[in-house]
């Protein structure tokens, strides 16, 4: 029963940092042969809700944990429609008296473009992503959970349409293990609407969610150790220069369509991205 309860504990910390992974941030554009991408995504929030199973409803928490997360990331094209990416997250987490900061789990990621440069209306990209074990799981809070993770993804974007485009992207990770937690598979997609009507600025609407299986510890499936999660955001991508990208982000959890683990009243970010050549 103890190893259950610090269970429902350490999922309320690690599922403050899951909105969606870089497997499903990436459109299905691949990187032109020998361009280089960096990217940085950045996210604050408090995590001052824990979702009560027998209420089935969040409850608001006297300790929240505020969470900033940085996702470094560093793409290379490479001939034949291929880029290969490494994300580094940089972590800083605080509940109450305690306090962690540090290097999250690396991921590396390489992605095949289909479509490229057609004359189709759509380009597509198929990505597989392999999450390491590089943050501290024994960190109060943890910045890591102690497994490795591969992931299985695809990416669509429609191509020659006048003002708008349309993105759907999807990713399914087979989750691993830490000693005798089995951590459960996980489902996300992202669906975004790029509205192009103003020059340099393009507002974006996005849904997007994910669904995690129980957990094992000791190969017993643990009830009520899913999770489940849907968001709403608004963006605005802004191009000061062609090499330039910074977009503002608010997300915001459709309570009714969320369960399990902790969650956040607004999810602000901020993402800056630089394409050379």
Not at 28 to 55: I, R
Not at 162 to 172: C, D
Not at 177 to 205: C, H, I, Q, W
Request: glycine share 10%; proline share 6%; with cysteine.
């Amino acid at each position: 029963m103890k190893l259950v309860k610090a269970l429902f504990v350490a999922l309320f910390l690690l599922s403050a940092e899951m909105q969606g992974t870089p497997l499903i941030v990436r459109t299905g554009n691949v990187n032109k042969p020998f361009q280089v991408l960096g990217w940085v995504t950045a996210t604050y929030y408090e995590h001052n809700q824990l979702y009560d199973w027998n209420q089935d409803r969040f409850d608001r928490v006297s300790t929240p944990l505020k969470v900033f997360n940085a996702d470094l990331m560093a793409g290379l094209g490479l001939p034949g429609n291929i880029d290969l990416n490494l994300v580094l997250p940089v972590t800083s987490k605080t509940s109450g008296n305690l306090k962690s900061s540090g290097i999250g789990d690396m991921m590396v990621m390489a992605r095949y473009g289909l479509f490229q440069g057609s004359v189709l209306p759509l380009r597509a990209a198929l990505g597989m992503g392999l999450y390491l074990p590089t943050g501290k799981k024994d960190a109060t809070p943890a910045l890591g959970d102690g497994s490795t993770d591969l992931g299985f993804g695809v990416s669509l974007i429609t191509a020659n349409i006048p003002f708008i485009t349309g993105h759907l992207r999807a990713a399914y990770w087979l989750n691993g293990r830490s000693e005798d937690v089995k951590y459960g598979n996980l489902f996300e997609y992202v669906a975004v609407l790029d509205l192009g009507v103003l020059p340099g600025l393009t507002p974006e609407l996005a849904l997007s969610g994910y669904r995690q299986d129980r957990q094992e510890v000791s190969g017993v499936e643990v009830p009520n150790s899913e999770l489940n999660r849907t968001f709403l955001h608004a963006l605005l991508i802004w191009k000061p220069l062609p090499m330039l990208t910074i977009r503002p982000k608010l997300g915001l959890p459709l309570k009714s369509l969320c369960q399990g683990g902790g969650l956040a009243d607004l999810y602000p970010g901020l993402d800056v991205w630089v394409t050379v050549p």
